[in-house]
């Protein structure tokens, strides 16, 4: 069984920064690609910034230099450091990865994708 759980959300103001934190746990044998993705209230969920296993990173056009991705291969776990936060930027953030599992015996790999329960990012006028 594989999870992940986000930490970090909260209320701020506009112009804070908060930093989001996701740790992948269970029977994993490598964890790939993780990524940030949110849902505004009202909007469909949309992609945020991703990272390789290698530190490549791409953002989403609205972060405008402002959110910077990062990941600790050791510990499993993605961040999202996130400054100038505005309203516009409210949603619930959800943490994404690919995760390999071996299963079978002799063992097979297999990736599946694999979502966090969300942690809700407010910010205040």
């Known amino acids: 069984q594989v999870q992940l759980v986000e930490s970090g959300g909260g209320l701020v103001q506009l112009g804070g920064s908060l930093r989001l934190s996701c740790v992948a746990s269970?029977?994993?044998?490598?964890?790939?690609?993780m990524a940030w993705y949110r849902q505004r209230p009202g909007k469909e969920r949309e992609l945020v910034a991703r990272?390789?296993?290698?530190?490549?990173?791409n953002y989403a056009g609205f972060v405008k230099g402002r959110f910077t991705i990062s990941r600790d291969n050791a510990k499993k776990t993605v961040y999202l450091q996130m400054n100038g936060l505005k309203p516009g930027d409210t949603a619930l953030y959800y943490c994404?990865?690919?995760?390999?599992?071996?299963?079978?015996?002799?063992?097979?790999?297999?990736?599946?994708?694999?979502w966090g329960q969300g942690t809700r990012v407010t910010v205040s006028s």
């Open positions: 269970g029977t994993i044998f490598n964890v790939n690609t």
């Open positions: 990272i390789t296993v290698g530190g490549n990173t």
């Open positions: 994404n990865a690919k995760i390999e599992q071996v299963v079978g015996v002799p063992g097979a790999v297999y990736e599946d994708d694999y």
